[in-house]
């Protein structure tokens, strides 16, 4: 059973999503937060595995709150812009992934599974495009522990997702199966101690292995 905390300061709109997420028999709410101190402290009561986290609420906002965050929980960011100005500033913060509030109710379901599963919920258009967005707004590129842990072809291959490619296209690209693609990327993941992919997108960017001409 997946378990769901909801944080949006509308009602109206957890409870939509409330009775839609209850309906999966693989899901359920667990915990409502109407601002981002509230969802931080319920995090840490009921131990979710999906936070869906409303980025602008009054008080304490969902950018605040997913850096705050326990361990655990995978956030994924509401919005009601695709490209909002701060989606870049969560998934730095340790966001999963987001979603435009009028995405389609099947898509919400599988974007909660597969946030669940450990997965990202970034499409490498989406990828491109954010770091196209926020490329003229980046600080200088900073050190980034264990980056000198990682051999030639896994800094190839972390440059490659920071630009948005998928295992296949990172097959593709250097000539190897997608299985071995995989591994490369999982063994990245693990010696940066990063959460998912979109991690690893955060940490290609500011350690300047990505820069945005590239995409």
Not at 89 to 105: H, M, N, Q
Not at 141 to 156: F, Y
Request: proline share 5%; net charge negative.
């Amino acid at each position: 059973m997946i378990k769901v905390l909801l944080a949006d300061d509308q009602a109206l709109v957890r409870a939509g999503f409330k009775a839609l997420l209850d309906a999966q028999p693989d899901m359920t709410v667990v915990a409502e937060a109407s601002d981002g101190a509230q969802a931080v402290r319920l995090a840490a009561e009921h131990g979710p595995d999906v936070v869906l986290m409303d980025i602008r609420m009054p008080g304490t906002d969902g950018l605040t709150a997913t850096r705050q965050m326990p361990p655990g929980p995978h956030t994924i960011i509401l919005t009601t812009f695709e490209l909002d100005e701060y989606v870049f500033e969560a998934l730095r913060g340790g966001a999963s992934g987001f979603l435009v509030k009028d995405t389609e109710p099947a898509e919400l379901i599988q974007a909660v599974r597969v946030v669940a599963a450990g997965e990202a919920l970034l499409s490498p258009s989406v990828t491109r495009r954010l770091i196209a967005e926020y490329a003229s707004h980046a600080k200088e590129p900073v050190a980034t522990d264990g980056l000198d842990q990682l051999t030639e072809r896994e800094r190839e291959v972390l440059a490659l997702v920071g630009t948005g490619m998928t295992n296949d296209e990172i097959a593709a690209k250097l000539f190897v199966s997608p299985a071995t693609a995989k591994t490369h990327v999982s063994r990245t993941m693990t010696k940066l101690h990063a959460r998912d992919r979109a991690q690893l997108v955060v940490i290609a960017y500011e350690s300047g292995l990505v820069k945005p001409g590239w995409i």
